[in-house]
């Protein structure tokens, strides 16, 4: 950690202890989550680190999609294309756009059947490197910090809903827990404090058990519900179908931190210098959205939905180097099973490309 680092870090573990004595000694995990990512200025998606890149000698911390192959935002576009024809709209909205790749591999591929392309974007930092990126589509693209009161297109989130912060519940000997942090001495320290909480699904047996429930993330799809008018959102992520998200042998949850390529399961330490992240509940996305007005389109593994879109013929048409990049976004032991695409919508329904073959909307 250089003395920058080092600095953002202090600063922001000094909030977090602050944060921490005011809410009287004790902060549920999910605001401490929100501090650590979103803090203005400090929080790892606030800062001016770098994020994304394939090679940790970049300074990156990981890579999604758009930056391991453009043919995955080519694909995607086939059925965001189909989407706008559907819907009878003209406006893509992309959630947190990182660094631009995929708005750009979208715009080239869209070309004019795309009039606008709203980037909603917290991080100032993250919106000054999409700018530079993106200028070559002069207005048609724009930035807003929050959703409108009522809008229409079709939107894009890719690794958005895993960002989102999560309360973590735990149950020891048969009782369950909120999980959250103190400060302990010099540093921040896990304290965990009997609650009424519960996750969606009894969780069999007796052992002791970690996971995660999304108020946040649910709470974001029922906004979206009732502030979009017509349209179509697709979200790719990694997660599961609650009955596999809340199996009694995934009894350590999902949440994961990751820096420089590597990952590991302390978020705790140097707050504001790694990626906080876990895994979805596409069953309680679905739900939330359904309960606010969204239908589901569909629901499939990335693999399944980037091949219904084409990418395997892209992929032949492509150098060697080209295809070699981008066979981990369908590849069964790398992206293309633990990453699922949820589709919901507003308006008449249609048989979605994405998802004409191996749609899992039944395993909801």
Same mark, same amino acid.
């Given at each position: 950690?250089?003395?920058?680092?080092?600095?953002?870090? #202090?600063?922001?573990?000094?909030?977090?202890? $602050?944060?921490?004595?005011?809410?009287? =000694?004790?902060?549920?995990?999910?605001?401490?989550?929100?501090?650590?990512?979103?803090?203005? =200025?400090?929080?790892?998606?606030?800062?001016?680190?770098?994020?994304?890149?394939?090679?940790? #000698?970049?300074?990156?911390?990981?890579?999604?999609?758009?930056?391991?192959?453009?043919?995955? =935002?080519?694909?995607?576009?086939?059925?965001?294309?189909?989407?706008?024809?559907?819907?009878?709209?003209?406006?893509?909205?992309?959630?947190?756009?990182? #660094?631009?790749?995929?708005?750009?591999?979208?715009?080239?591929?869209?070309?004019?059947?795309?009039?606008?392309?709203?980037?909603?974007?917290?991080?100032?930092?993250?919106?000054?490197?999409? $700018?530079?990126?993106?200028?070559? &589509?002069?207005?048609?693209?724009?930035?807003?910090?929050?959703?409108?009161?009522? &809008?229409?297109?079709?939107?894009?989130?890719?690794?958005?809903?895993?960002?989102?912060?999560?309360?973590?519940?735990?149950?020891?000997?048969?009782?369950?827990?909120?999980?959250?942090?103190?400060?302990?001495?010099?540093?921040?320290?896990?304290?965990?404090?009997?609650?009424?909480?519960?996750?969606?699904?009894?969780?069999?047996?007796?052992?002791?058990?970690?996971?995660?429930?999304?108020?946040?993330?649910?709470?974001?799809?029922?906004?979206?519900?009732?502030?979009?008018?017509?349209?179509?959102?697709?979200?790719?992520?990694?997660?599961?179908?609650? #009955?596999?998200?809340?199996?009694?042998?995934?009894?350590?949850?999902?949440?994961?931190?990751?820096?420089?390529?590597?990952?590991?399961?302390?978020?705790?330490?140097?707050? =504001?210098? !790694?990626?906080?992240?876990?895994?979805?509940?596409?069953?309680?996305?679905?739900?939330?959205?359904?309960?606010?007005?969204?239908?589901?389109?569909?629901?499939?593994?990335?693999? $399944?939905?980037?091949?219904?879109?084409?990418?395997?013929?892209?992929?032949?048409?492509?150098?060697? !180097?080209? $295809?070699?990049?981008?066979?981990?976004?369908?590849?069964?032991?790398?992206?293309?099973?633990?990453?699922?695409?949820?589709?919901?919508? !507003?308006?008449?329904?249609?048989?979605?490309?994405?998802?004409?073959?191996?749609?899992?909307?039944?395993?909801?």
């Amino acid at each position: 950690m250089n003395h920058g680092e080092a600095s953002v870090a #202090s600063a922001l573990e000094a909030l977090i202890v $602050r944060q921490v004595a005011r809410a009287g =000694g004790w902060l549920p995990f999910d605001r401490f989550m929100a501090s650590a990512l979103y803090a203005p =200025g400090l929080g790892y998606y606030a800062n001016a680190s770098r994020k994304f890149g394939t090679m940790p #000698s970049s300074g990156s911390d990981f890579v999604t999609a758009p930056e391991m192959s453009p043919l995955f =935002g080519r694909a995607l576009a086939v059925q965001v294309a189909e989407a706008l024809e559907k819907t009878g709209t003209r406006e893509v909205w992309e959630f947190g756009a990182g #660094s631009g790749a995929l708005a750009a591999q979208l715009l080239e591929a869209l070309g004019t059947s795309a009039r606008r392309y709203t980037i909603v974007e917290l991080s100032a930092s993250l919106r000054e490197r999409q $700018r530079e990126r993106l200028a070559r &589509f002069g207005q048609r693209v724009r930035w807003v910090d929050q959703l409108p009161e009522r &809008f229409s297109g079709v939107v894009v989130g890719n690794e958005v809903l895993d960002a989102m912060p999560v309360k973590l519940l735990v149950r020891k000997g048969g009782t369950w827990h909120e999980r959250g942090v103190a400060h302990a001495g010099d540093a921040l320290a896990w304290e965990d404090r009997p609650t009424d909480l519960r996750p969606p699904v009894e969780v069999a047996g007796p052992h002791d058990y970690l996971t995660e429930i999304h108020p946040q993330a649910e709470a974001f799809v029922r906004t979206l519900a009732d502030r979009l008018e017509r349209g179509a959102a697709f979200f790719l992520d990694y997660g599961f179908p609650e #009955s596999e998200y809340y199996h009694p042998q995934r009894h350590m949850g999902t949440l994961m931190c990751h820096r420089g390529h590597m990952a590991d399961t302390e978020p705790l330490a140097e707050p =504001g210098q !790694k990626d906080i992240t876990a895994h979805v509940n596409f069953t309680g996305i679905a739900v939330a959205a359904q309960e606010a007005g969204l239908a589901t389109l569909g629901y499939t593994s990335q693999a $399944r939905f980037l091949v219904n879109c084409g990418i395997v013929p892209l992929m032949a048409a492509a150098d060697a !180097k080209t $295809r070699i990049a981008a066979q981990p976004l369908i590849a069964e032991h790398e992206m293309g099973e633990l990453f699922k695409v949820l589709a919901l919508h !507003k308006g008449p329904f249609w048989d979605a490309r994405g998802f004409g073959e191996g749609d899992r909307t039944h395993t909801l």
